[in-house]
């Protein structure tokens, strides 16, 4: 096996002449004296096609020295279940072959980053070189003549020949070929007609006519003979078409593993030990698995976070580019959260682990990606309708193909029929039908992962390039989510820290972002709290209670409305003019009186007004759904320039709200981030939730954004939008190829050119479809999102 990382300014004489070593870790042969890394280990040298490879050597050289690293199917961890790639409703508890396309199964769940090579990929590579091998003398005996080389056939003899083809093409069709024959001969009992059925059908009819022509040749009829006398044999036909078939399924897989580089990217991310602060004070470095939650760790200058946790002790920035997608690193204090494999920056940092193992963001990332690059997309239907039907008509093509040269083609008409027919099996194999959604699907998951956008399946990714309207919350969607208080204002014989202490006493037992901000601004006034006692919140209009034995209220004016509480029409106006800044009013009302008010704001974000802009761009009609006064929230929208408002909102009605919208015919996505917004995200078409949001939020949506911020949604769409590009450009490939390439394999240009398309062009042609598939579906990997 070549090693792919070989210096092209090395010629070929160059590289003859260089010894030749073997990679411990990947299996690659490596040039020695090439420029290669190197490292002695027990008084050897060992050398390596990489830097990668030579790192992870040298950090466990017993680990690929025993052959741990070498791992197979069959060493998996008991319990692990296999599914296909481009059928991943087949399930099953071992190893084999999908019954439906025919495809090696592979192991479910998310890898290690320690497996070894992919053991089809490597038992494939290995059929590759040595039915390569074999092929080629065959081919030039076979089609020497054709190219000034006649001279070695004549050199051996027809009879001579044609038996060192038989030699040489049966361990490339009997054994490199081997694993097409057992997957045709499934196909057929499991009745899915697939791409394996047509080649074992190809190249077993040509292998077997040849046979029988070198063995028996009396058997034949003159229809089958030339003008010399002899049987044709296609022997050359059936090994180049095994070869590159096998060359085909070993780029498909090498496509396949590097669609899953996103995954070994971000498994990559995690450091492996951390530096735990021990009762003692003393810092000590254990592996990542040793962490439990609670441990408080040291995180110093330029270190990776090792676990998610929230700062205890210390000042810095962190680089969450590669969580989040964001450049700009986060300013982290006490009591700020960190997210596992972000960078620190210039600071030292003591954090307390919150979340660990498979609980991590990194680990959540990574498992959501898998299960999506695993995950059929709608389109996919088609492609699957098109393939089971395809394959059926394609045989009966080539039995008229090989019928019809039989009989009216030119002698030897059989033979003429024979090559017809395999060309058309070999031409038609589906393989790019059956590649053309998955690849794109695999590709456009890693690359929304690195983005910061995570795909829970490809439904959800075919969906989104379809919808019209989005429907979003103001509060920690729109804006910050962190509401400042911006002002309190006193009625009657009232005073501004009586309404304040009233208010942040009633406030301090929830949890509700306006609360919060009331609280945080009474303790910035130096405001002193009470404890409220009979705390009852009013769904969608505020909360009631008792301060220092007098009866509070805190609400909109429906609240107000419901204790019987009257409000001036001075009030009302205040009230209005702050609504119009922006401003959430809530009214404070003491032993059936009102008060006073408070006035709490919630920022916009900065990238807010310029995501909208780019949302309408991509063809979004934006209704924002809030539980804001109106004025308030038209005030917002006025500045966003929104297309509509929908207010007053109770958290049921917003699920009731995308359900209108459907019902006049829009196809919606729904974002937010609170428990709140689970129903609607459930009901929308595509759900998105703020990755800074409830768990239950995400767990409702379709599509997640690891960081909160409608920046985020853009670059989903336009991966949406690509993806779906991308997956209509791959079945135009194969399916035009197909349609254009049959009539072509069956003869239907040779009475104006009065030449047949040999099987070899044919299986040529055929693994160019899929190269053309694999090669489209990879260009989403370097899809600008920003």
Not at 54 to 60: A, L, P
Not at 75 to 83: F, L, Q, R, S
Not at 429 to 451: E, I, K
Not at 666 to 682: K, S
Request: charged share 20%.
């Amino acid at each position: 096996m070549s090693c792919q990382h070989c210096s092209p300014e090395e010629t070929q004489e160059d590289l003859h002449h260089q010894p030749v070593a073997t990679d411990p870790v990947c299996g690659m042969e490596v040039r020695i004296g090439a420029g290669k890394p190197s490292h002695a280990h027990d008084g050897e040298t060992y050398h390596f096609c990489s830097q990668r490879c030579h790192d992870r050597f040298v950090d466990d050289p017993d680990h690929f020295l025993t052959g741990a690293h070498l791992q197979s199917y069959e060493d998996m961890p008991e319990g692990t279940k296999y599914t296909c790639p481009m059928d991943p409703e087949i399930i099953r508890d071992e190893p084999g072959d999908c019954p439906i396309c025919g495809m090696a199964l592979e192991p479910m769940g998310v890898p290690t980053g320690e497996e070894g090579p992919n053991p089809e990929l490597v038992d494939f590579a290995r059929r590759f070189w040595v039915g390569a091998v074999l092929t080629v003398p065959v081919l030039l005996l076979a089609m020497g003549p054709m190219i000034g080389l006649d001279f070695l056939r004549d050199a051996l003899g027809e009879t001579r020949a044609v038996w060192a083809e038989l030699v040489l093409a049966t361990p490339v069709v009997l054994w490199s070929g081997w694993p097409f024959f057992e997957r045709g001969v499934k196909s057929v009992i499991n009745r899915h007609l697939n791409m394996f059925t047509l080649i074992a059908m190809g190249t077993g009819a040509a292998y077997i006519f040849s046979v029988v022509a070198v063995l028996a040749p009396d058997v034949f009829p003159e229809a089958f003979r030339h003008g010399s006398g002899h049987v044709g044999v296609y022997f050359e036909a059936a090994a180049v078409i095994i070869v590159l078939v096998l060359l085909g399924q070993i780029m498909e897989l090498r496509a396949r593993e590097q669609t899953g580089s996103a995954i070994r990217a971000l498994l990559d991310l995690a450091p492996k030990t951390a530096r735990r602060v021990e009762s003692d004070g003393e810092d000590r470095e254990v592996a990542l698995d040793m962490i439990r939650t609670g441990d408080r760790l040291r995180v110093r200058p330029g270190e990776k976070v090792p676990v998610d946790g929230v700062v205890v002790e210390g000042r810095s920035s962190v680089d969450e580019s590669m969580i989040s997608g964001e450049p700009v690193p986060v300013e982290k204090v006490e009591g700020e959260p960190v997210t596992g494999a972000t960078v620190n920056g210039n600071g030292s940092l003591v954090i307390e682990a919150r979340r660990v193992g498979k609980d991590t963001v990194l680990s959540q990332i990574v498992e959501m990606v898998a299960n999506a690059q695993r995950s059929r997309a709608p389109i996919q239907k088609f492609a699957d309708m098109a393939s089971g039907r395809f394959v059926p008509a394609v045989i009966a093509v080539a039995a008229i193909a090989f019928i019809a040269w039989s009989i009216w083609g030119p002698e030897p008409a059989s033979a003429y029929g024979l090559i017809a027919a395999v060309s058309v099996l070999i031409i038609a194999c589906p393989c790019a039908l059956g590649l053309a959604t998955p690849m794109s699907v695999m590709t456009a998951t890693g690359r929304g992962a690195q983005a910061g956008v995570l795909i829970k399946n490809a439904e959800a990714l075919e969906r989104f390039a379809k919808v019209d309207t989005l429907v979003v919350d103001k509060t920690g969607t729109l804006t910050m989510g962190k509401p400042e208080l911006a002002a309190v204002i006193a009625f009657s014989n009232n005073n501004e820290d009586d309404v304040l202490t009233a208010a942040a006493s009633l406030e301090r037992g929830s949890e509700h972002p306006l609360a919060e901000a009331i609280v945080q601004g009474a303790k910035s006034r130096g405001v002193t709290m009470d404890t409220a006692d009979e705390f009852e919140a009013v769904t969608g209009k505020g909360v009631t209670g008792r301060v220092r034995g007098r009866a509070v209220a805190l609400g909109n004016a429906a609240l107000m409305d419901a204790q019987g509480i009257a409000v001036s029409e001075a009030a009302t106006g205040e009230a209005n003019v702050r609504r119009d800044d922006g401003e959430t009013v809530m009214f404070v009302a003491v032993d059936g009186q009102l008060a006073g008010m408070v006035c709490v704001v919630d920022p916009i974000k900065p990238t807010t007004a310029q995501a909208l802009e780019d949302l309408h761009k991509l063809g979004f009609r934006i209704v924002m759904a809030t539980g804001d006064n109106e004025r308030t929230a038209k005030s917002v929208a006025a500045r966003l320039g929104l297309d509509e408002v929908r207010a007053d909102v109770l958290p049921r009605d917003k699920a009731r709200i995308v359900e209108e919208l459907q019902a006049d015919g829009h196809g919606v996505a729904m974002a937010g981030d609170g428990v709140n917004d689970a129903p609607a995200l459930a009901q929308a078409d595509v759900g998105i939730a703020m990755g800074t949001g409830a768990d239950v939020a995400i767990e409702s949506a379709g599509l997640t954004l690891v960081k909160g911020d409608l920046t985020g949604i853009v670059r989903a769409r336009k991966l949406a939008l690509a993806t779906m590009r991308n997956i209509r450009e791959n079945l135009f490939f194969a399916l035009i190829y197909n349609a254009a390439g049959v009539p072509v394999a069956a003869g239907i240009l040779y009475p104006v050119f009065g030449t047949m398309l040999s099987p070899m062009i044919a299986a040529a042609a055929m693994s160019l479809s899929s190269v053309s598939v694999i090669t489209n579906s990879l260009r989403l990997r370097s899809v600008q999102l920003g």
